[in-house]
């Protein structure tokens, strides 16, 4: 089946970092691309960052460059999204998610609440 699993979210203040992990079962994760996605409240879903398979290529959203990071472990089927400089603007639910262009695939996390504010 697949599944993912998020972590790290919390209350941070301005200028702050966190680190959000997913963890992933049930599937070959070194054949994914992984991304992270965010939802604010009333806003559409965007695409955060995203990695291929073997770390080759990572993109970014502009509002997020320069301040996080990407990054993957398919030995520990694990996807990290370090994040510094944090804005309230950042504030949302972020959610992470696995694609396979072979399959058509497509898995997604429960999401993970992250909270900018003095």
């Known amino acids: 089946q697949g599944q993912l699993v998020e972590s790290g979210g919390g209350l941070v203040q301005p200028g702050g970092s966190l680190r959000l992990s997913c963890a992933a079962s049930?599937?070959?994760?070194?054949?994914?691309?992984m991304s992270w996605h965010r939802q604010a409240p009333g806003k559409e879903r965007e695409m955060v960052a995203a990695i291929t398979s073997a770390s080759e290529v990572r993109r970014y959203a502009d509002s997020v460059k320069g301040r996080f990071t990407i990054s993957r472990d398919n030995a520990r089927n694990s996807v990290i999204l370090q994040m510094n400089s944090l804005k309230p603007e950042d504030t949302a639910v972020y959610y992470c998610?696995?694609?396979?262009?072979?399959?058509?695939?497509?898995?997604w996390g429960q999401g993970t609440l992250v909270t900018v504010s003095s």
């Open positions: 049930g599937f070959t994760f070194s054949m994914y691309a």
């Open positions: 998610k696995g694609y396979s262009r072979n399959s058509n695939r497509e898995i």
